[in-house]
């Protein structure tokens, strides 16, 4: 130290395991100097993105589960061609994208970067899968007969994946996929799953 002969406890500086720990300088016999110590933090951050999520193919998704921890700066990645708010911060907001719902799936990815700059400093990382809802259908009508009748039809066809309801014109949810003996008039259908059943999308205004 300071040109001081003399011996450190321990002589070297590991990084193999997390945690302060001090090392002394001993000055040899004789040096008109005293023993001085240096304390070492060694810390690994940390990173968790959140657990599997089922979420709706139309709406913005909140990363709130996310943590990490001794990390320098944060980076959010995705498989998929959605796009983040802010890819830096901890708890960004995810947008799926047009290939995101058709895939039905999305892996979003947590890198950690730690707060030291030694060649033994690898980044903590972790991904989360969102499963988006495949709301889909197909709508076939076909009008009334004649002025004054009311046969029109409705008949809808799920091409997607999950137990779906239907409703038509804001009517109380049903599993049938047909509506008979209908009136002249716009009618707007709506197709959800019932395992997340705030996931309404409308598939068709006939």
Request: net charge negative; with cysteine; glycine share 10%.
């Amino acid at each position: 130290v300071n040109g001081v002969p003399g011996t450190w406890s321990p002589s070297v500086i590991s990084t193999s395991a997390t945690g302060t720990i001090t090392y002394t300088f001993t000055p040899n016999a004789g040096e008109c100097a005293t023993t001085a110590s240096l304390s070492v933090r060694v810390t690994q951050p940390q990173s968790f993105a959140g657990n599997p999520q089922t979420i709706c193919p139309d709406s913005p998704y909140a990363l709130s589960d996310a943590t990490a921890g001794d990390y320098s700066a944060l980076l959010w990645t995705k498989t998929g061609d959605g796009t983040f708010d802010n890819a830096t911060i901890l708890h960004p907001t995810y947008i799926p994208g047009p290939n995101d719902i058709a895939a039905g799936i999305v892996t979003l990815t947590l890198t950690a970067q730690g707060v030291g700059s030694a060649p033994g400093c690898v980044p903590a990382v972790s991904s989360v899968a969102l499963n988006i809802i495949r709301l889909n259908a197909s709508v076939e009508h076909s009008d009334v007969t004649c002025y004054g009748a009311n046969d029109g039809t409705i008949i809808i066809t799920s091409t997607g994946t999950g137990v779906y309801e239907y409703r038509v014109n804001g009517f109380g949810w049903q599993t049938k996929s047909q509506d008979l003996n209908l009136s002249p008039g716009s009618y707007k259908v709506d197709i959800r799953d019932v395992s997340i059943p705030t996931c309404i999308r409308t598939v068709a205004t006939i």
